[in-house]
């Protein structure tokens, strides 16, 4: 099937809650990546190829699962266009259809006392952010 690559790069933009447009390609959220060696696809790509609508490989990249979420790219981008968001908001698009980014109230009884001792200390918070991240 097809990827509607125009429909796909409206998405990510939606959910990322970006502005690829203000990125000025100075390549900076790369040169600070602490994962950038293992990827294919590097932060500052991700955002050029959103911006141009070139999507369709990002579903496939790598680089999804070798980002650390640590944010320093969004920390360093003078632009603030924030390349972190837009690889979250891919890798919901690549994990959703497969169902693998749900939690349900069940499981986490069961996730807590696999920690054994630890799991009386997990905050709240936590919890709550688990849910509204991994429930929609
Ligand atoms: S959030 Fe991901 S892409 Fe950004 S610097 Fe960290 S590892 Fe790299
Ligand atoms: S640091 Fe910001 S402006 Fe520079 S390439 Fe990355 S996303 Fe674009």
Redesign the pocket.
Known sequence: MRVDEKKLAEDIVRLSGTNVKKCMRCGK??A?????ED?DVH?HS?VSMVEEGDVAGLLESK?LW?????????E?CPRGVE??HI?EAVRILVMSPQGLNRIKPDAVPIFLSSLGEKGAEVPQQLLTSAFRKYSK
């Open positions: 959220c790369s600070t990546c602490p994962s950038f990827m932060p991700f680089s070798k980002c650390l979420s640590c944010f320093a790219c969004v360093r390349p972190a690889i």
